[in-house]
């Protein structure tokens, strides 16, 4: 499979704690988002890559969120201290051009 | 900046009736604009889309769309539904540097037999 592959798929944990998400794009596509998605709402643009230079990251990105895509191949989407809001799901798509190819999703839940 | 604007969030057909899902966008820049699908607890699937050329774009599954610049609408229209169609379909604008997508609420499409 050369989809957009992300693990895990699913994610548990407690709040306060730190989870931390990765996202492997489609091999030859240079730039890769991350969405979060909740329930009853469209997906919401968080931050955007393109090889490994981070260009554009939404408010939504509090300072507990840090995204990297340290060789510009996979990335990982890591949330410092969860809290209940958080509970999502973390879309990551990666694109060559004006289309978004997107992954299966993370499914965060914080107790 | 760029919007969409979905109008239904819940649309219902009977088996073999016209799909028609509506999308209004925003954009102070020429948009590219996107279909996509969205089954339970899944990614999203790209249905159709329209960069540049023709207005009427057509997709997977029968599915097609037309682009309307005046009305700034790209209206997702099937002929004829099937129950496989049931999903959770959004429509998306983009277009503006680093090519995010900027999407609409959605639209659940439930079809009855």
């Known amino acids: 499979d050369t989809g957009v592959s992300q693990n895990p798929r699913h994610k548990i944990t407690k709040r306060g704690q730190n989870v931390t998400f990765r996202c492997d794009p489609i091999?030859?596509?240079?730039?890769l988002y991350w969405y979060r998605q909740t329930l009853g709402q469209g997906p919401e643009f968080l931050t955007y890559?393109?090889?490994?230079?981070?260009?554009?990251k939404s408010r939504l990105l509090s300072d507990r969120f840090s995204a990297e895509r340290p060789k510009g191949s996979f990335s990982t989407l890591e949330i410092q201290r969860t809290e209940q809001g958080d509970s999502a799901m973390y879309l990551c798509?990666?694109?060559?051009?004006?289309?978004?190819?997107f992954g299966e999703g993370s499914r965060l839940t914080v107790l | 900046a760029q919007s969409v604007t979905q109008l239904g969030s819940h649309v219902s057909v009977s088996e073999g009736a016209l799909v028609l899902l509506r999308c209004n966008y925003s954009?102070?820049?020429?948009?590219?604009l996107f279909w996509y699908v969205q089954y339970p607890n899944q990614g999203l699937q790209l249905l159709l889309k329209?960069?540049?050329?023709?207005?009427l774009v057509k997709g997977i599954n029968g599915f097609e769309a037309e682009f309307k610049k005046s009305e700034t609408s790209f209206h997702l229209t099937k002929p004829s539904a099937h129950m496989s169609d049931a999903a959770e379909y959004f429509c998306?604008?983009?277009?503006?540097?680093?090519?995010?997508?900027?999407f609409g609420a959605g639209t659940i499409l439930r079809v009855k037999s």
């Open positions: 798509a990666s694109s060559l051009a004006r289309e978004l190819f």
């Open positions: 091999s030859e596509h240079n730039r």
């Open positions: 890559f393109q090889n490994e230079a981070q260009l554009e």
């Open positions: 954009s102070s820049v020429p948009p590219y």
């Open positions: 329209y960069t540049t050329g023709a207005t």
């Open positions: 998306a604008v983009g277009g503006e540097y680093g090519n995010k997508l900027v």
